[in-house]
């Protein structure tokens, strides 16, 4: 990082905060955030984070033990706010002592702000709007991410280049009297990018597409290849058929995995209409079917009828490269950009 000073210099806040060279977070992929990736990107420099996912309490205490094992380098915990067994998720952070918690997918419970910094660990969440931006950094959030519908996976309905115009000028800019912690996401593949959102106030970023395919990345070789042939325009959010239930879109390449979500959808909506399934239980069955789906593709390497989750960045990745070198080029990129202004 000391070749790259003007990067250095726009990131100090965040990699200060992150305890980490480089602030650069890499995005929580379900079953790919595991412990060889996550410990690979904190060893290169940057900031890896477990995703949990759907893990009970046991198996987050066992990943967090291993990827302890791989590095000596801060790393953090993704949680997602509607897993029923969140508090137990955190107290195994906490008996960790894992520096960072992301909480991920809504507006965190009562109480799980606090439990998280009871527990010794910083908190950072996820804001879709400006207004709940200020919301959650009035309810105790040390840093939040931005995150634009360009991302993988989860996504919400505003890209990330409007999302920054809007939020980084009002929370990040000194000049307005706040100087809040706020990473970028969604969409970015090459530093350039990642040079323009500094310059407008970001502490850093966060990237998953980019790593999805790393050589340290346990995702199927098919995975990995369905992504090298992918374009932009490949990677395409799901529909929602029907309002009564609220599905948050998920971005991915298409392929059957996408015809099936569809079926499945109207297959709930039918247990609703016949009164078989509360409303609840029926989004929790949305929730599990996207949690198989991308096992399958990821893990067994079923790319035609799994989920292949992907950012629209992925027409960047055309290779698989170690962790470190992904890092290098980014920082690379970066610099020569503002290099040149």
Same mark, same amino acid.
């Given at each position: 990082m000391s070749s790259f000073p003007r990067t250095r210099h726009l990131m100090r806040r965040g990699a200060a905060f992150l305890g980490s060279e480089t602030a650069i977070l890499c995005g929580a992929m379900s079953w790919v955030s595991e412990r060889n990736l996550v410990s690979a990107i904190s060893n290169a420099g940057g900031f890896g984070v477990i995703a949990c996912g759907a893990m009970t309490p046991e198996l987050l205490d066992a990943e967090i033990a291993a990827t302890r094992a791989l590095t000596a380098r801060p790393f953090g915990v993704n949680l997602i706010t509607m897993h029923p067994q969140l508090f137990e998720l955190i107290a195994v952070c906490a008996k960790h002592?894992?520096?960072?918690?992301?909480?991920?997918?809504?507006?965190?419970?009562?109480?799980?702000?606090?439990?998280?910094?009871?527990?010794?660990?910083?908190?950072?969440?996820?804001?879709?709007?400006?207004?709940?931006?200020?919301?959650?950094?009035?309810?105790?959030?040390?840093?939040?991410?931005?995150?634009?519908?360009?991302?993988?996976?989860?996504?919400?309905?505003?890209?990330?280049? $409007?999302?920054?115009? &809007?939020?980084?000028?009002?929370?990040?800019?000194?000049?307005?009297?706040?100087?809040?912690?706020?990473?970028?996401?969604?969409?970015?593949?090459?530093?350039?990018?990642?040079?323009?959102?500094?310059?407008?106030?970001?502490?850093? $970023?966060?990237?998953?597409?980019?790593?999805?395919?790393?050589?340290?990345?346990?995702?199927?070789?098919?995975?990995?290849?369905?992504?090298?042939?992918?374009?932009?325009?490949?990677?395409?959010?799901?529909?929602?058929?029907?309002?009564?239930?609220? $599905?948050?879109?998920?971005?991915?390449?298409?392929?059957?995995?996408?015809?099936?979500?569809?079926?499945?959808?109207?297959?709930?909506?039918?247990?609703?209409?016949? &009164?078989?399934?509360?409303?609840?239980?029926?989004?929790?069955?949305?929730?599990?079917?996207?949690?198989?789906a991308l096992r399958r593709a990821a893990i067994d390497g079923d790319v035609e009828n799994g989920s292949l989750m992907a950012g629209q960045s992925v027409g960047m990745v055309t290779k698989e490269e170690p962790v470190a070198a992904i890092v290098a080029e980014l920082l690379a990129e970066c610099e020569a950009a503002l290099s040149r202004r």
């Open positions: 002592a894992v520096s960072h918690v992301v909480l991920a997918g809504g507006i965190p419970p009562k109480g799980s702000v606090e439990a998280i910094k009871q527990g010794g660990a910083k908190t950072i969440c996820f804001a879709p709007t400006l207004a709940l931006a200020r919301k959650l950094l009035r309810s105790g959030a040390d840093a939040l991410v931005i995150e634009g519908m360009e991302a993988g996976g989860h996504i919400g309905p505003v890209s990330t280049s $409007v999302l920054a115009q &809007e939020m980084l000028p009002e929370l990040a800019a000194p000049e307005s009297g706040n100087s809040h912690l706020v990473f970028v996401a969604g969409g970015i593949g090459r530093g350039e990018l990642i040079a323009g959102y500094l310059e407008m106030g970001a502490c850093g $970023v966060q990237l998953g597409t980019r790593f999805a395919c790393a050589e340290e990345s346990i995702a199927h070789p098919n995975f990995k290849k369905a992504f090298f042939r992918a374009s932009a325009r490949d990677a395409v959010a799901s529909v929602q058929l029907d309002p009564r239930l609220p $599905v948050i879109p998920v971005r991915a390449l298409r392929n059957k995995g996408t015809e099936h979500f569809t079926a499945t959808q109207r297959e709930v909506m039918g247990r609703l209409d016949r &009164e078989e399934v509360a409303m609840a239980e029926a989004q929790l069955q949305i929730e599990h079917y996207w949690a198989g």
